[in-house]
């Protein structure tokens, strides 16, 4: 018995990756291991006006390049960090 068209939905709905979101290049250069958070930059970007301090869906090491996208969970608490969706 093969997987159905649900079956893939709840596949896909489980890996949590929104095709619609535009992906980037983050190179991590930072983490917390106490919290598990990660300090990122824009990969390629000339001004480093763009860095965050997140969570991500997998364990990341230190210099590494991933493709993804923030995302802050509309329901969360206003503190929370995003969290890198990784491709």
């Known amino acids: 018995m093969g997987v159905g068209y649900n079956g893939f939905y709840l596949m896909i709905k489980h890996l949590k990756v929104d095709f619609s979101k535009q992906h980037e290049s983050f190179l991590v250069v930072g983490k917390d291991d106490g919290d ?52």
């Open 36 to 87: 598990k958070s990660y300090f990122i930059i824009r990969a390629g970007e000339e001004t480093t006006d763009d860095f965050f301090w997140c969570k991500a869906n997998r364990p990341l090491k230190l210099r590494e390049v991933v493709n993804g996208y923030l995302h802050l969970d509309a329901y969360s608490h206003v503190n929370k960090m995003p969290q890198l969706i990784i491709q």
